[in-house]
């Protein structure tokens, strides 16, 4: 079965930087499109940034852009957000995400990790 495990979270101060990775199993990664969203407790699921199969399409949040950056190695099926600067907003539970190639939206998800960022 499809499966979405992320690593690499924890605590930071502000200015820092963390790496998250997702490991995906259960299907062909090279074939999808993924993403990473983050979440407030009480808040909608927002995206942070998106990567095409190739790598050749990246968007990002806008809060993020410049300062996270989306990679992926599909020999590895891992996905990774690499975040620098990082802000206390930031602090929230990010989640790597599968999208649906015929609808563009997301039909699996990871379990997340929280991010804390705090003196």
């Known amino acids: 079965q499809v499966q979405l495990v992320e690593s690499g979270g924890g605590l930071v101060q502000p200015g820092g930087s963390l790496r998250l990775s997702c490991v995906a199993s259960?299907?062909?990664?090279?074939?999808?499109?993924m993403r990473w969203y983050r979440q407030v407790p009480g808040k909608e699921r927002e995206m942070v940034a998106g990567?095409?199969?190739?790598?050749?399409?990246?968007p990002y949040l806008a809060d993020g852009k410049g300062r996270f950056t989306i990679s992926r190695d599909n020999a590895n099926s891992t996905l990774f957000l690499q975040m620098n600067s990082l802000k206390p907003e930031d602090t929230d539970v990010y989640y790597c995400?599968?999208?649906?190639?015929?609808?563009?939206?997301?039909?699996?998800w990871g379990q997340g990790i929280k991010v804390t960022v705090t003196s």
């Open positions: 995400a599968r999208v649906e190639p015929a609808d563009s939206r997301v039909d699996y």
């Open positions: 259960g299907f062909t990664f090279e074939n999808y499109w």
């Open positions: 990567i095409s199969r190739t790598s050749r399409s990246t």
